[in-house]
C-alpha cells in the first residue's frame, strides 16, 4: 500500500505564483530546495499517512483546485487554500487549526514510504 511521511506547513506570505512555478524550471535538487524555501511555520508536523489524503490534494492540484508545485520525483510538494487542504485531509484524521483561514495558502510536503 501506497504511504507517505508528510508535513502542511503555512506557505510564506511573500511567496507568489510566479516563485512556485519557478520550481518546475529548475533542476531537481535546486528546485526542492527553493520550493522548500517558500514554506513558513508548521501547522501539522510529520505525520505517517496512507496515499488517500496526499493523492487526493494532487488530483485537486491536477483538476486546478490547488497547485502541483513539485512531481517526478520526491518530494511532492502541493499548495492550496487551507479549505482545499481540509477537504482532502479530512479523511485521514489531519486536521487543519481552526485559527487558519479558509483562503489562507498551505504547502504539503509529502515524501513515499512505501
Known sequence: ?????AA??????????ADLERVRELPYEVGVDYALQLRGDVL????????AGVLDL??????GRA????NGGYPYIVVGSAA???EALRGIAVGIP????DDQR?????WDQS
Open 44 to 51: 501539522v508536523p510529520h505525520f505517517a499517512t496512507i496515499g
Open 1 to 5: 500500500m501506497l504511504g507517505f511521511s
Open 84 to 86: 482545499v487542504f481540509r
Open 98 to 101: 481552526n485559527e487558519i483561514e
Open 67 to 70: 497547485m502541483l508545485v513539485h
Open 58 to 63: 494532487v488530483r485537486r492540484a491536477e483538476s
Open 8 to 17: 502542511v506547513h503555512l506557505l510564506e506570505p511573500s511567496a507568489t505564483t
Open 106 to 110: 498551505l504547502m504539503l510536503v509529502a
